[in-house]
């Protein structure tokens, strides 16, 4: 797939210049992280292109990696809060005096970019900080184009330091979170900024262009985050030692994931007398309340809390469940979902941004309205009273995940926006940004 992209890339560039020119940074809060491994597979397979991508994070990861490949990810990651006092004296003083109306420039663009407020006014004296150390860095590393995942406060400082360095700077939209406040009220600054915006969902794309004038329109495009089907484990049969069947819920351990309403409708199963257990993986701030919540329904035996799980054990854990279920108020594109359809398991959902995207009602998992936890036990009665139907939707569900968001193909976009982005020239000044 990505060797043709680049035959036919080669073609329409008449052979002068090779499409994947250039090294391309990719930033992000906290990189490797659990959460985010869509994020390493993006990268991967885009290296296995032939695309040269190094790989910049704000924060080191807080927790030990489980993964081998998210540790190896680690050791080549450049971490900007981990550069030392040294290196921020150095990057501001070298900037400073090597090119001064720049430095000055891009301090205006950071005091800007911010929400009202005194915290804010702190927090984008740091991010100005920041972006001078990785501005140095990426200059070091000869990094032509710098890529954010997420527009958050990463992603201001990727924005500052590309706009230092007189680069492409570009950025992926996952979910609703990017729209709301504080994140909400700068996206549409970033958008001007940004040379291509790549959106997971067509759901969000859409939210996106309602903040921005329609002749910025042509600055988004769809690019899904993608699975890797070839690194799936078999689907499994039920634990021989279970008798039950099993619900498993993978998601934070917070109040957008809709964790106390997904215990009522499996309490409201365990009443109408469904031999069923539940199995949570994922850890938070919510847990407490989670677990006081099962003993008030009288179901802490049928409910698992398993914690955070390496990825492996988490695909293993989907792997020998019977259902795979996502209750929550928000999302992007659910990359669990994508798990949990491509190793062939029932999925339920609630009916929001972009899991239908995913999941057509009926045909290939079931969906229910959000916080419709009478909804959500109909779904799972269902999914759990009529394994024939279950398993047809199922197979569907694995097609759908095989035929669009195998990483392959997700990524194939990417390349090409790169190119373009490369080839478009320097950013408008900034009195010329829509």
Known sequence: MTGKLEQENGQKTGGREPLHAGTIGYLTSQYPAASHTFIRREIEQLRSGGLPIKTYSIRRPETDLASAADQRMREETYYVLNAGIGAYVVSHLRALFTRPLRYLSCFTRAMRHRVPGLRALIWALFHFAESIVLARQLEKDGVGHLHNHFANSAATVGMLASRFNKIPWSLTLHGISETDYPAGLLLADKIAEAR????????????????????????????????????????????????????????????EKGHPGLLQAFAGLVREGHDVELLLVGDGPAQAEIQAQCDELAISDRVKMAGRLSEQDTLAAIAGSDILVLPSFMEGLPVV??????????????????????????????????????????????????????????????????????????????????????????????????
């Open 337 to 434: 979902l994508m798990e949990g359809m491509a190793l062939g398991k029932p999925v339920v959902a609630s009916r929001i941004a972009g899991v239908p995207e995913l999941i057509d009602d009926e045909h290939n998992g079931l969906l229910f309205h959000p916080a419709d936890w009478d909804g959500l036990r109909r779904a799972l009665d269902r999914t759990l009273s009529d394994a024939a139907g279950a398993s047809k939707r199922a197979e569907r569900a694995r097609v759908k995940i095989s035929e669009e968001f195998d990483v392959k193909i997700a990524v194939s976009p990417l390349p090409e926006l790169f190119a373009n982005a490369k080839q478009a020239g320097a950013p408008l000044p900034r009195g010329e940004q829509p």
């Open 196 to 255: 291509f915006v790549a959106c997971v969902s067509w759901f969000g794309r859409a939210q996106a262009m309602r903040i921005v004038p329609v002749r910025v329109w042509d600055k988004f495009h769809i690019v899904r985050c993608g699975i890797t089907l070839d690194e799936l484990p078999r689907r499994s049969e039920p634990n021989g030692e279970r008798t039950r069947k099993q619900i498993i819920c993978v998601a934070r351990l917070s109040s």
